[in-house]
């Protein structure tokens, strides 16, 4: 488990406008909760007809505003108090209805006057869209949404998939834990902006015969970590991953892939538009000279059977090696002298920038420590022989690597 906070010291007002989602809200305010931030509930009438207020209070630990005649504001002014400490405003869900009144300035209850008394440069304003299909994609909707999103609103979402209503396309509300990332990002600074960012992650299975291979332990954890990174600081990421199941980071695309050589596939037509590459993935070395078609069988009496091995295409050197390569950060996971393997990788694959650690000591864990070793030196993240969330991690190294690409 990470005890990263990723919304500490934030300060989130949430509004609830009428919908069905309002079930998710729920979940929404526990785990912006649970990342740090404190979450102060405005509701609707509409809203309070699909959810009770006492449960939003009891999992933000604050009284819930819904009316702005609230006399536990000691001006009566709860509109322009609400917002003036907040970060963001956060409509989760908001209905068609509710963006239809943003966008024509109206303000005839609480959660819409507070939204539109909100100091507009220091408190941005997010809506999570929460509708029926048809709703979603009337003309007026869509124009509506046009100009919120003209006026300085975010969109995050919707979904498309089955609604409430039975029926399935676009419009569902993203869920709790979409959008808790999708806040965590919009908080994290731009440093990637525009930049197209390739990333290799996991391991690479190399098939003996149809049902066993040679693979290895590594997680892919670290690569999803910093491809999530990289999106947050507003690159346009792709992601060519190994066998693992973790949860595709959101915004990112994935690429699905089993052996070195469908890796190496897949990443070399993509590398040379790509402005950096970050070489995560273990790739296994050799890989059987020729898989068995059929299960390999033992037999009574048999001996053990023995494989020729071919070498594995080289993917970051074929890369570092294009005419106009990207910034290649290449990955050393080593169980012993980290910091000489890594410098002797730095030349031997003539990269800029190899991050070394600990290979076996790492693999499927939630933290790590990295050593980054280049021309100039070597610098160890987080530093001071501590270890940190890979996550945490990953935000630091993009951070180093748009330093050095910028300069
Ligand atoms: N790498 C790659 N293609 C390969 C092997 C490695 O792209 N066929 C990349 C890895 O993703 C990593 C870096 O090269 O970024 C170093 O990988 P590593 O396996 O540690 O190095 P090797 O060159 O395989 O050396 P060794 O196994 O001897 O440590």
Redesign the pocket.
Known sequence: MSDRQDLAGRHIVLGLTGGIACYKAAELTRELVKAGATVQVVMTEAAEHFIGAVTLQALSNRPVFTSQWDAREANNMAHINLTRDADAVLIAPASADFIAKLVHGRADELLSLACLARPITSCPLLLAPAMNREMWAHPATQRNVAQAIADGGHMLGPAAGDQACGETGAGRMLEAAELCDELIAFFQPKLLAGRRVLV?AGPTYEAIDPVRGITNLSSGKMGFAIARAAAEAGARVTLVAGPVSLRTPRGVTRIDVRS?VQMHDAVLPLAASSDIFV?????A?WRPSSASAQKIKKLAGSSAPSFELTE?????AAVAGLAKPPFCV????ESSDVAR?ARE?LKL?NVPLIVGNRGPATFGLDDNALLLVDAQGERELPGGGRRADKLALARQLVAEIARRIKS
Do not use: E, Q
């Not at 594995?312 to 970051?316: C, H, K, T």
């Not at 290449?330 to 996971?333: D, L």
């Open positions: 290799t070195a070489a995560t993935a273990a790739v070395d594995n295409p080289d993917i970051l290449g990955f050393a996971a393997h990788k694959k």
